[in-house]
């Protein structure tokens, strides 16, 4: 089991940045896939990001795509997530996620796909 606990997030002008971290306890983090997914007010949860076990394959939603960038340090246990111009519509409250995985190099895209969440953190872009 591991458990995720966010932070980071809060209010930014649009065209801001934000960094998110997700820090992952126990000794074995290296062995999740990881991802990021939003949830807008009224909307259901979006994916945002994904990345392997090993941060060599990444993947990104076509909504951040050369805005956002997703790494991980295995030996620090912890996930990041730098959010760069941020526009309005990416206000969202933040969620991290984590998937047991065999293959160094899969992502995953689905909520479904995921088995452990972090408690979420609000990010709100807004002049």
């Known amino acids: 089991q591991v458990q995720l606990v966010q932070s980071g997030g809060g209010l930014v002008q649009p065209g801001g940045s934000l960094r998110l971290s997700c820090a992952a306890s126990?000794?074995?983090?290296?062995?999740?896939?990881m991802g990021w997914f939003r949830q807008a007010p009224g909307k259901e949860r979006e994916f945002v990001s994904a990345?392997?076990?090993?941060?060599?394959?990444?993947y990104y939603s076509n909504a951040v795509k050369g805005r956002f960038t997703i790494s991980r340090d295995n030996a620090k246990n912890t996930m990041y997530l730098q959010m760069n111009v941020l526009r309005p519509e990416d206000t969202a409250i933040y969620y991290c996620?984590?998937?047991?995985?065999?293959?160094?190099?899969?992502?995953?895209?689905?909520?479904?796909?995921?088995?452990?969440w972090g408690q979420g953190t609000q990010v709100t872009v807004s002049s």
């Open positions: 990345i392997s076990r090993n941060a060599i394959n990444t």
């Open positions: 126990g000794r074995t983090f290296s062995a999740y896939a």
């Open positions: 996620a984590a998937d047991r995985q065999r293959d160094l190099l899969v992502v995953k895209a689905l909520p479904d796909d995921y088995e452990y």
